[in-house]
C-alpha cells in the first residue's frame, strides 16, 4: 500500500467494498453512538402507472428523510458518485443525527 500525502492508498474496488458495508451498518453505527432513530414509513400516493421504457410499475411516495437515511443506502448507486464513508465522517454524523433528532 502506497502513502499519499500520509494517507494510505486504498484501491477503488475495497473503496466500495468499505462503502458498500457502512451503508449495511450505517443504523447500527448511528445507534451505537447513541442516536435514537423512529419507526418511519413511506406513503404511498395514487396508483402505480406503466414506465415506457422499462415496463416497471412507478408510483408517486411520500418519505421522510429518516426514512431515507435508514432504508435506502445507495448501494445501488453506489458507482455513481466519488467513494464517501459518512458514518465515519464527524460532520456527516452530526448532520445525520440532526436530521434524525428532526432539528
Same mark, same amino acid.
Request: with cysteine; aromatic share 10%.
Given at each position: 500500500?502506497?502513502?499519499?500525502?500520509?494517507?494510505?492508498?486504498?484501491?477503488?474496488?475495497?473503496?466500495?467494498? #468499505?462503502?458498500q458495508?457502512?451503508?449495511? /451498518?450505517?443504523? /447500527?453505527?448511528? +445507534?451505537?453512538?447513541?442516536?435514537?432513530?423512529p419507526? @418511519?414509513?413511506?406513503? @404511498?400516493?395514487?396508483v402505480?402507472?406503466?414506465?415506457?421504457?422499462?415496463?416497471?410499475?412507478?408510483? #408517486?411516495?411520500?418519505?421522510?428523510?429518516? %426514512?431515507?437515511? /435508514?432504508?435506502?443506502?445507495?448501494?445501488?448507486?453506489? %458507482?455513481?458518485?466519488? /467513494?464517501? #464513508?459518512?458514518?465515519?465522517?464527524?460532520?456527516?454524523?452530526?448532520?445525520?443525527?440532526?436530521?434524525? +433528532?428532526?432539528?
Amino acid at each position: 500500500m502506497a502513502l499519499f500525502f500520509g494517507m494510505k492508498y486504498v484501491p477503488v474496488g475495497e473503496q466500495y467494498s #468499505n462503502l458498500q458495508d457502512a451503508c449495511r /451498518t450505517v443504523v /447500527t453505527h448511528l +445507534k451505537r453512538k447513541g442516536v435514537e432513530i423512529p419507526e @418511519t414509513s413511506i406513503e @404511498t400516493l395514487g396508483v402505480g402507472l406503466p414506465d415506457s421504457k422499462t415496463g416497471a410499475m412507478v408510483i #408517486n411516495a411520500l418519505a421522510s428523510v429518516t %426514512f431515507l437515511l /435508514t432504508r435506502f443506502s445507495g448501494l445501488s448507486h453506489w %458507482f455513481q458518485r466519488k /467513494t464517501f #464513508n459518512h458514518t465515519k465522517d464527524d460532520i456527516y454524523q452530526r448532520l445525520i443525527a440532526a436530521i434524525l +433528532k428532526g432539528y
